[in-house]
């Protein structure tokens, strides 16, 4: 589990972020200017900031200065999206610049890539009696290694990194078979059976009636 301080003014986007963190997996703290961020800092120890350039009481860029002191990886997490801030955000030293609206399989793709990076992510994940190797790719259930196709093995990652959230077939079919919703569904119907018996997780891989699946575990 790692430590993730989401640095955000408006509460709303803030609570919502951290929602997707924990159910992710993650243990979050929040701090809402940068003077509160600093002094969060001194007691939470993160692995990893979000943080956005308008607070009020000083820019990103000026706290990523102080945050980077830290060695701590920081994502900016910006409405602004000029070609200019950009630049400037990676320049000063942001492993990665996300522009708001977002969606959230895309933040958490991203946080991991960094936390990757900086080898602050296990490449171990635990879930439901699965041992799940990342950089080997490799699932073994009960210590027994299981067999899956790659894409197999994308759908499991997918469902991982949106536990306890509802996907359409839509929304599968597009970010684990890469290409737009083509009346191909049943794609996904076949793949979800099979990691269902394979993994032993009919019970966790609910069918959401008429829209698609969740994998329900616990936080």
Same mark, same amino acid.
Request: overall charge negative.
């Given at each position: 589990?790692?430590?993730?301080?989401?640095?955000?003014?408006?509460?709303?986007?803030?609570?919502?972020?951290?929602?997707?963190?924990?159910?992710?997996?993650?243990?979050?703290?929040?701090?809402?200017?940068?003077?509160?961020?600093?002094?969060?800092?001194?007691?939470?120890?993160?692995?990893?900031?979000?943080?956005?350039?308008?607070?009020?009481?000083?820019?990103?860029?000026?706290?990523?200065?102080?945050? *980077?002191?830290? &060695?701590?990886?920081?994502?900016? =997490?910006?409405? /602004? $999206?000029?070609?200019?801030?950009?630049? #400037?955000? %990676?320049?000063?030293?942001?492993?990665?610049?996300?522009?708001?609206?977002?969606?959230?399989?895309?933040?958490?793709?991203?946080?991991?890539?960094?936390?990757?990076?900086?080898?602050?992510?296990?490449?171990?994940?635990?879930?439901?009696?699965?041992?799940?190797?990342?950089?080997?790719?490799?699932?073994?259930?009960?210590?027994?290694?299981?067999?899956?196709?790659? *894409?197999?093995? &994308?759908?499991?990652?997918?469902? =991982?990194?949106? /536990? $306890?959230?509802?996907?359409?077939?839509? #929304?599968? %079919?597009?970010?684990?078979?890469?290409?737009?919703?083509?009346?191909?569904?049943?794609?996904?119907?076949?793949?979800?059976?099979?990691?269902?018996?394979?993994?032993?997780?009919?019970?966790?891989?609910?069918?959401?009636?008429?829209?698609?699946?969740?994998?329900?575990?616990?936080?």
């Amino acid at each position: 589990m790692e430590n993730i301080i989401i640095i955000e003014d408006d509460p709303a986007i803030s609570d919502l972020i951290r929602l997707n963190l924990e159910l992710a997996g993650h243990n979050c703290r929040q701090a809402y200017s940068g003077q509160e961020a600093l002094s969060v800092f001194t007691d939470f120890s993160p692995d990893l900031a979000l943080l956005d350039i308008t607070l009020p009481d000083m820019e990103g860029y000026k706290l990523l200065e102080r945050l *980077k002191q830290s &060695e701590v990886p920081v994502i900016f =997490l910006t409405a /602004r $999206n000029a070609l200019a801030d950009k630049v #400037k955000g %990676l320049k000063m030293g942001a492993d990665d610049y996300i522009v708001k609206p977002f969606e959230a399989m895309e933040l958490l793709a991203r946080i991991e890539a960094v936390l990757r990076r900086y080898g602050r992510k296990s490449d171990r994940v635990e879930c439901g009696g699965l041992e799940i190797y990342l950089q080997e790719r490799t699932v073994k259930r009960d210590g027994v290694p299981v067999e899956l196709t790659m *894409k197999e093995y &994308e759908l499991l990652l997918l469902l =991982l990194h949106n /536990r $306890n959230k509802a996907l359409s077939r839509e #929304k599968i %079919l597009e970010l684990v078979w890469d290409y737009e919703y083509s009346g191909e569904t049943r794609t996904v119907d076949i793949h979800i059976q099979k990691i269902r018996k394979k993994l032993g997780w009919e019970d966790r891989i609910k069918t959401v009636y008429k829209f698609g699946y969740r994998l329900e575990v616990s936080p």
